[in-house]
Each structure stands twice: as C-alpha cells, then as structure tokens.
C-alpha cells in the first residue's frame, strides 16, 4: 500500500481507502480549508496578469 505524507502534519498515511486524502485525518483537512478560507494561502499571479484582468475590453466586462 502507498504510503503519502501529510501535508498539515507530515505524518504518513495510505492513499488508498483514505477518506481525507491527502491528509491523514478529517482535522488536517479541516486545518488547511481554514487556511485558505482565511486567505492565508494565496495563489501568485504576476503583476502582468493582474494588468491584464483590469484592463477586459467592453463587451467582456458587459457580459459578465
């Protein structure tokens, strides 16, 4: 069986018949959506693209 590490804690636990996988338990997956839900994670995008977003010609930002 494959043994994965836990990305909360760094335990090892099995990939296969694990409910919370990647994590090893219900509590690490809790863990981490509350990062996320807290804006601790954060995904990069390069100043460029943030340019890109803001600049959408008319008709796309109409039919949004």
């Known amino acids: 069986m494959k043994k ?3 990305p909360q804690c760094g335990k090892k636990t099995t990939w296969e018949g694990n409910p919370y996988r990647p994590f090893c ?3 690490c997956k809790l863990l981490d959506l509350g990062h996320w839900l807290a804006e601790e994670y954060r995904i990069h995008v390069p100043s460029e693209g943030v340019e890109e977003i803001h600049q959408l ?5 109409e039919s949004e």
Do not use: G, M, T
Request: glycine share 0%; proline share 9%.
């Open 4 to 6: 994965i590490k836990c």
């Open 25 to 27: 338990s219900e509590r």
């Open 57 to 61: 010609p008319k008709e796309e930002e």
